[in-house]
């Protein structure tokens, strides 16, 4: 991954909201099974690590996880980390709803031609001829 890339995954991951916190029991099974579920719903999460209270540091986590699920590290920050896994579910299911998006865009354009051109039928002109 280039430093482009994690620079913007870190600029998205901002704005988002830990979705798990890791503290006295460190890492269990439950936690890397639904790291991995939420990596294949939203590609790019946030982890707390509770630092007080986890027997191992932010990094060490982070690595552990990031080994666990197949996703890399993009950042660790105090106890916060950032963790990426591209989704091939989410990335198609993305590609179809714009798929969907231009489609109903093109038939809304198509349908107010249509409309305009009908409503242009109706109207009667009338054309004053001079005469000599």
Same mark, same amino acid.
């Given at each position: 991954?280039?430093?482009?890339?994690?620079?913007?995954?870190?600029?998205?991951?901002?704005?988002?909201?830990?979705?798990?916190?890791?503290?006295?029991?460190?890492?269990?099974?439950?936690?890397?099974?639904? +790291?991995?579920?939420?990596?294949?719903?939203?590609?790019?999460?946030? @982890?707390? &690590?509770?630092?007080? #209270? #986890? !027997?191992? +540091? !932010?990094?060490? /986590?982070?690595?552990?996880?990031?080994?666990? /699920?197949?996703?890399?590290?993009?950042? &660790?920050?105090?106890? &916060?980390? @950032?963790?990426?896994?591209?989704?091939?579910?989410?990335?198609?299911?993305?590609?179809?709803?714009?798929?969907?998006?231009?489609?109903?865009?093109?038939?809304?354009?198509?349908?107010?031609?249509?409309?305009?051109?009908?409503?242009?039928?109706?109207? /009667?002109? +009338?054309?004053?001829?001079?005469?000599?």
């Amino acid at each position: 991954m280039t430093g482009k890339e994690r620079a913007a995954f870190r600029a998205k991951a901002n704005s988002l909201e830990p979705l798990f916190q890791i503290g006295k029991g460190g890492m269990s099974e439950a936690l890397i099974k639904q +790291t991995d579920d939420a990596l294949r719903a939203r590609e790019l999460i946030k @982890v707390k &690590v509770l630092l007080e #209270s #986890s !027997p191992i +540091t !932010p990094r060490e /986590t982070a690595d552990e996880l990031a080994a666990a /699920t197949g996703a890399e590290v993009i950042q &660790v920050i105090g106890g &916060v980390i @950032v963790l990426y896994r591209e989704s091939p579910e989410l990335r198609e299911k993305l590609a179809k709803k714009e798929k969907n998006k231009k489609e109903a865009a093109k038939k809304a354009k198509e349908k107010y031609y249509a409309e305009r051109k009908a409503e242009n039928k109706k109207r /009667t002109y +009338t054309v004053k001829v001079k005469r000599k």
